[in-house]
């Protein structure tokens, strides 16, 4: 069951807002208590506005903060990008356990971007 935190809002938003759909992976989602998070962000935010608004939001997800990658509409970004009303950020969490690193073993990446992050985040695949 997800979070309260982690409902969708359907109160309108002010006019100098934009509403990100944030879609949370792994250990980002177990943080969290759930897999989507609308954010708020006022116009002309950043991507790195967003996911500091999302630490302030879920103190839980700081000590992976320099660690996560960061997906706009499924591009990855390295750069802060400005969002728009209506944008997806993916936040995926290091894929890692512990000192081990996972390494991918089959070549059958899927080439949809949706399908292709899907399959990376899961980690069925991975060990």
Same mark, same amino acid.
């Given at each position: !069951?997800? &979070?309260e %935190?982690? @409902?969708q809002s359907g109160a309108p938003l002010d006019e %100098? @807002? +934009?509403r990100v759909k944030v879609?949370?992976?792994a250990r980002a989602r177990e943080l969290v *208590? *759930? &897999?989507e998070v609308d954010l708020d962000v006022k116009e002309g935010a950043t /991507?790195? %506005?967003c996911v500091a608004?999302? /630490?302030n939001r879920f103190e839980a997800l700081g +000590? !992976?903060?320099d660690s996560i990658v960061v997906a706009l509409n499924f591009d990855y970004v390295t750069e802060p990008v400005k969002v728009k009303d209506g944008d997806e950020l993916a936040i995926i969490p290091p894929i890692s356990d512990q000192d081990r690193s996972c390494w991918l073993l089959s070549k059958s990446v899927p080439s949809e971007p949706i399908e292709k992050l899907k399959f990376l985040v899961a980690g069925q695949y991975a060990y």
């Open positions: !069951m997800e &979070s %935190d982690c @409902k %100098d @807002k +934009v879609l949370l992976f *208590g *759930g &897999s /991507t790195a %506005d608004e999302l /630490t +000590v !992976m903060r």
